[in-house]
């Protein structure tokens, strides 16, 4: 058959994002693939004109639902930087602690809609149904489900009490054996292997090469995480980045299934460590200087640049989404595949759309 | 093989894991950021809450002592709470329940003469349409 251009999105029944690809293929064969964005821009970085940075701690968490606390968490890592002060390590481990839980929800609901992809309702909806539980610790620890607004410039607002980290503890003990249950099927089964094993491959060179981030970096055999980096209280918990090599879908899952449940080893150790004292440090004056900041997002890494003047409205604030940097990958990933099989592989980088735009 | 047909046959067995929603709602949890109120007779109408808002979505007067807020732009953040001098903002565990009209909630207070004998006894002044409760049929 000849090139025909079929468009995918910006509307479209797995990708609730709003990403639009023209599909050149032929005989149902991708041969191209050309990227649109720009359907959900939001201008939320020119809001740092007109609001002061302790209120565009508020906006930054509004950049992407499901990483809400991470967003917060770097933007206010990058100003405590600035204004030297240091957030004290109680502070420090509760960051993890609810950084962790976002990712383990982030990760369990993009392997919802990975099943969902390739048509196993039911394993979405089981998964979806363990997220609720991480969900429900967010809104008794923090007082939101999604939106946990924790962050404040000089540590968190929030604090855990004894009780609430054993039940905690109790949840998270459910939510693993929940899990594990499903381990089989996500990796083993043979329709789901059917679906992914194979397809979408990015080499290791190439990964490297088009700047990938992430699980979609680690599936491709780089062990690189930014949480290495020791932000927060990383340095002082065992972690090590999960990666695999086989560099497809398969893999992907692969990455993103094993980062849950080190993500609630993770919260197990901060828990476990969790030493006593403030929760934030006091903060004075204005922020004035320039400075990057990196931390790891469920997608991979999150970048803030942040420019002040010594005045309350920031000068620039400038973020890199993971996403961003996964839309070139994708484009390589694309070119060989069938077209059934498109919907997996653009949910294997798990795109965040409006992140990305903001 | 046939991994997931123990999960399937063990959801068949267990208790449901949704609810009926508006027959059935869940205990909210203790801290939950839900509703905005002001204790309006305590207020002193210092306006601190309506400038670190960052949706900017409270209104207060202080000549005319009224305190407003638009609960569809308030993003339930509670840092109006957080800063307000005299406590006198709360968070009510529950969610606000969808309504009818787009209305603020006002509330109209009195002002505080310097320390005189005249305690304030006006009672907060919702906006009838405003106060969730009286809208709708409650689900009980
Ligand atoms: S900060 Fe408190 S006292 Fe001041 S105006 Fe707001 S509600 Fe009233
Ligand atoms: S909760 Fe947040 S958004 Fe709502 S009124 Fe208070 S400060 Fe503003």
Not at chain 2, 71 to 77: G, I, S
Not at chain 2, 111 to 122: H, I, R, Y
């Amino acid at each position: 058959m000849a090139r025909t251009i079929i468009p995918f999105g910006p509307q479209h029944p797995v990708l609730p994002e709003p990403i639009h690809l023209k599909l050149v293929v032929e005989d149902e064969i991708v041969k191209e693939a050309l990227p649109a964005i720009g359907y959900v821009h939001r201008g939320l970085e020119k809001l740092a004109d007109i609001r002061d940075y302790n209120q565009m701690i508020q906006i930054v968490e509004r950049v992407c639902g499901i990483c809400s606390m991470i967003h917060a968490m770097c933007y206010c890592q990058g100003l405590e930087e600035m204004m030297k002060v240091e957030a004290p390590s109680r502070a420090k481990f509760l960051r993890v602690i609810w950084s962790e839980l976002h990712r383990m929800h982030s990760h369990l609901l993009w392997l919802g809609l990975f099943a969902d992809a390739f048509g196993f309702e039911a394993l979405f909806m089981q998964f979806w149904k363990i997220r609720e539980r991480i969900m429900d610790i967010n809104e008794a620890t923090a007082g939101n489900r999604v939106i946990v607004s924790v962050n404040v410039v000089g540590g968190v607002r929030r604090d855990l009490s004894p009780e609430q980290c054993r039940w905690i503890l109790k949840e998270l003990e459910e939510v693993e054996r929940q899990i594990k249950e499903l381990q089989s099927t996500m990796l083993k089964d043979y329709s789901v292997c059917k679906r992914t094993k194979g397809i979408g491959v990015l080499t290791k060179e190439q990964a490297h090469e088009l700047g990938a981030a992430g699980p979609l970096l680690r599936a491709s055999g780089w062990a690189q995480d930014c949480r290495q980096l020791g932000y927060a209280a990383f340095p002082e918990l065992d972690f090590s980045p999960v990666f695999h090599t086989d560099g497809d879908c398969w893999a992907r899952g692969w990455v993103r299934f094993m980062e849950t449940l080190q993500s609630i080893n993770l919260v197990r150790q901060a828990i476990a460590k969790l030493p006593q004292g403030e929760l934030a440090a006091k903060v004075k004056g204005n922020p004035e200087g320039e400075i990057v900041t990196r931390v790891e997002q469920p997608r991979g890494e999150l970048l803030y640049y942040i420019k002040a003047n010594g005045k309350k409205n920031l000068e620039r604030l400038r973020i890199r989404t993971p996403t961003f940097a996964n839309v070139p990958p994708l484009l390589a990933m694309l070119p060989g595949v069938e077209l059934a099989n498109v919907p997996v592989v653009v949910l294997s980088i798990d795109p965040c759309i409006s992140c990305t735009e903001r | 093989m046939l991994f997931f047909t123990k999960t399937a046959l063990g959801n068949l067995l267990r208790k449901y894991s949704t609810r009926m929603y508006p027959h059935v709602v869940r205990e909210p949890f203790k801290d939950a950021r839900g509703e905005l109120y002001n204790e309006i007779d305590k207020c002193i109408f210092c306006m601190k809450c309506s400038k670190v808002c960052p949706s900017q979505c409270i209104t207060v007067n202080n000549k005319a002592a009224t305190w407003e807020c638009d609960p569809f732009a308030c993003v339930y953040c509670g840092v109006c709470v957080e800063n307000c001098p005299v406590s006198c903002l709360h968070m009510k565990p529950a969610y606000r329940k969808a309504v009818y009209n787009r209305e603020l909630i006002h509330m109209q207070g009195e002002l505080k003469k310097k320390k005189t004998a005249s305690a304030p006894k006006t009672t907060p002044e919702v906006a009838t349409a405003a106060n969730p409760d009286d809208l709708g049929e409650s689900p009980e």
